[in-house]
């Protein structure tokens, strides 16, 4: 099993709903999406476009998936998880836009966040202890030989090239797509999700993601609302009905 700490929108906010019917799959329930009318694009295309997305889910990755250390538990995890994001402030992203990064479609913030920056940074160090080693595989599979030198550093000691200084938060709407596709897929892409960026999204919760086996799709265990309320019922040890667990 693998874990990944990520940012998503709320199961009622209809940029999930908008993601979910792109992507084929809820990833709160983890069930399938009939695709969105008229892109430009037929259900087989899409599909094939998003098919690496679907199954990471509608995320912007903060903490990269990890497995567990041996010296500690999902419990343990969740805690402290609920406990780090109620000592968390909410904020205001800046308004997401349509970007290609390499030949992958996302939607990235119009203009870098500095709290957005240093949360995900926080979120890395806190839960570093929970993260096992990296195998050799795993290693291999960052293809070292193409990271910069920090880039190479941040693998070995954070399990990730791209923390810190080189993070850069995107939330995925498609795998690679190939050049020759680059217009039809970004117009489809365009269609489906510009009408829904007008408002700016309150990056108000932490996600924790869960990979049930290798290979499986990623879903939402648990959503840990960010703020004081969520932090002070931790300390009085009450129900932690802040945490929102799909059924």
């Given at each position: 099993?693998?874990?990944?700490?990520?940012?998503?929108?709320?199961p009622?906010?209809?940029l999930t709903a908008?993601?979910?019917?792109?992507?084929?799959?809820?990833v709160y329930s983890?069930e399938?999406?009939?695709p969105?009318?008229?892109?430009?694009l037929g259900?087989?295309?899409i599909?094939y476009?998003?098919a690496l997305p679907?199954?990471?889910?509608f995320?912007?990755?903060?903490?990269?998936?990890f497995?567990?250390?041996?010296?500690v538990t999902e419990?343990?995890?969740?805690r402290e998880?609920?406990c780090?994001a109620?000592?968390q402030?909410?904020f205001?992203?800046?308004?997401?836009?349509?970007?290609?990064?390499?030949?992958?479609f996302?939607?990235?913030?119009?203009?870098?966040?500095?709290k957005?920056?240093?949360?995900?940074?926080s979120?890395v160090q806190?839960?570093d202890r929970?993260r096992?080693?990296?195998?050799d595989?795993?290693?291999d599979r960052a293809?070292?030989?193409q990271?910069s030198?920090?880039?190479?550093t941040?693998?070995?000691r954070?399990g990730?090239?791209?923390?810190?200084?080189?993070f850069r938060?995107?939330?995925?709407?498609?795998?690679s797509?190939s050049?020759?596709?680059?217009v039809?897929?970004?117009?489809?892409?365009r269609v489906?999700f510009e009408?829904?960026l007008?408002?700016?999204?309150?990056?108000?919760n932490l996600?924790?993601?869960?990979e049930d086996e290798?290979?499986?799709?990623?879903r939402v265990?648990?959503?840990?609302?960010?703020?004081?309320?969520?932090?002070r019922?931790v300390?009085?040890k009450?129900p932690?009905?802040d945490?929102m667990q799909?059924a």
């Amino acid at each position: 099993m693998r874990y990944a700490i990520h940012f998503t929108p709320t199961p009622n906010d209809p940029l999930t709903a908008v993601a979910a019917a792109w992507l084929g799959r809820d990833v709160y329930s983890g069930e399938s999406v009939d695709p969105p009318p008229a892109t430009g694009l037929g259900m087989q295309e899409i599909s094939y476009h998003t098919a690496l997305p679907r199954r990471y889910g509608f995320h912007g990755l903060v903490k990269a998936p990890f497995r567990l250390n041996d010296d500690v538990t999902e419990a343990m995890l969740l805690r402290e998880l609920m406990c780090f994001a109620g000592l968390q402030q909410p904020f205001e992203l800046p308004p997401l836009e349509i970007a290609r990064i390499g030949s992958v479609f996302s939607l990235i913030p119009s203009w870098p966040c500095d709290k957005l920056g240093f949360l995900a940074a926080s979120v890395v160090q806190a839960f570093d202890r929970y993260r096992a080693p990296l195998s050799d595989a795993e290693i291999d599979r960052a293809d070292p030989d193409q990271l910069s030198a920090a880039q190479l550093t941040n693998l070995h000691r954070w399990g990730n090239p791209y923390v810190m200084e080189d993070f850069r938060f995107q939330m995925p709407l498609t795998g690679s797509v190939s050049q020759s596709d680059f217009v039809r897929v970004e117009h489809a892409v365009r269609v489906v999700f510009e009408p829904h960026l007008s408002r700016k999204l309150t990056f108000n919760n932490l996600a924790l993601f869960v990979e049930d086996e290798p290979g499986a799709p990623f879903r939402v265990h648990s959503l840990h609302p960010m703020g004081r309320v969520s932090a002070r019922r931790v300390a009085r040890k009450e129900p932690a009905s802040d945490v929102m667990q799909p059924a």
